[in-house]
């Protein structure tokens, strides 16, 4: 979304935009998307050998004035191919060692060691990322400061704003809303919820989100006997995703680490208070004793223990709500991408000089 919020913001102030991603079922290889010429060769999994000889081709094609890639996940090192066409690199978050949580050791081992190139590969690139956490990073992995500007992600507020929003539900809700992946560390939401459970006994809670994690995560569940008290929603209309954010009281973030945090905003636009990990990225989205609470990371009982404090206090839960909702209308994509135009601007016409 962050990406293709800032191409079409592109496309509209006038820039031709010919974007280059991998492809996958049922998608056709080559699509127009408000206005944004999209190339889709190869899957997921072989992106990074794929894609660069997309790019190259494009390259010798036509005369482009900036060269934009998105480091998600795994760099392209497109710095070594870009034949003098200015890069900037647009970083939400890099893995570090976090990888290890997800991945095997191989495969850990071998995205970990890409990302050990970026330093020498990017040393003359300019970098937008997405939150100060980033720019931390980047900076510790000996990158130019000087270079890496930071611009928040924006909000979709129209989507969440819904005409007639449900009630809060009767009882304490708890929401964990994420991709199911072993590093987004949900069992700690779910372990946090077994206290809570313990000390309100009406309390309920949602997961909502699907992936290659939840098999595991409903094995704790049931190890837990929370099956009557846990619901796995999956994926679902996102007008019923919002519903359920309305209806909710607390919403948990374990994981060890964002780029941003854009699932915490999009809570709060619901009036929605979070208890997140205080790691980086969350620790930029959420403002830590207004919108919602830092925890230390992985730690379930400090999770329990703040959202108890929201859900037996409605006076700090109403103060805590309100805030969220204020902090939530200082986001925009129209700001976002107009911001993002400026830096476009400025590497394209230093490229163009030197």
């Not at 998105?70 to 200015?86: E, Q």
């Not at 964990?176 to 459970?197: E, G, M, Q």
């Not at 208070?273 to 403002?287: C, H, M, N, T």
């Not at 859900?311 to 107009?338: G, I, K, M, V």
Request: contains cysteine; negative net charge; charged residues 25%.
């Amino acid at each position: 979304m962050h990406l293709h919020k800032i191409l079409a913001g592109a496309v509209q102030a006038g820039w031709h935009v010919d974007q280059v991603c991998c492809t996958y079922e049922g998608a056709e290889a080559a699509e127009t998307v408000d206005g944004i010429h999209i190339h889709r060769r190869g899957h997921w999994s072989v992106a990074n050998f794929v894609l660069p000889g997309v790019v190259r081709g494009l390259l010798k094609e036509h005369r482009y004035d900036l060269l934009l890639e998105d480091i998600n996940k795994l760099p392209f090192y497109t710095p070594l191919y870009s034949g003098g066409v200015p890069v900037l690199a647009v970083v939400p978050h890099l893995f570090g060692t976090t990888v290890y949580r997800e991945a095997n050791a191989v495969l850990a081992s071998y995205v970990w060691l890409a990302e050990q190139l970026i330093p020498p590969v990017y040393r003359n690139v300019d970098f937008e990322v997405i939150s100060p956490s980033t720019r931390d990073d980047l900076i510790a992995r000996g990158l130019d400061g000087d270079r890496i500007r930071t611009v928040y992600c924006g909000l979709e507020h129209e989507r969440f704003a819904l005409a007639d929003p449900p009630p809060r539900s009767a009882t304490p809700l708890v929401v964990c809303w994420s991709r199911l992946r072993r590093y987004k560390s949900t069992d700690v939401a779910i372990r946090a919820f077994a206290r809570i459970h313990r000390e309100l006994a009406d309390a309920r809670m949602l997961v909502m989100g699907r992936g290659p994690d939840e098999e595991r995560l409903r094995k704790l569940v049931t190890k837990l006997g929370l099956d009557d008290v846990v619901d796995f929603h999956g994926f679902m209309p996102w007008e019923e995703l919002v519903g359920h954010l309305h209806r909710a009281h607390v919403f948990l973030n374990p994981s060890p680490k964002e780029g941003w945090g854009l699932t915490v905003v999009e809570a709060n636009a619901c009036g929605l208070p979070v208890v997140a990990s205080d790691r980086p990225g969350l620790k930029d989205s959420v403002r830590d004793g207004e919108t919602g609470d830092l925890v230390p990371y992985a730690d379930d009982a400090a999770f329990a223990a703040k959202a108890l404090e929201l859900l037996r206090d409605p006076e700090l839960w109403r103060r805590r709500s309100e805030a969220a909702r204020a902090w939530a209308r200082t986001f925009s994509w129209e700001r976002c991408a107009q911001e993002s135009l400026e830096i476009f601007d400025q590497v394209a016409t230093r490229g163009a000089q030197s």
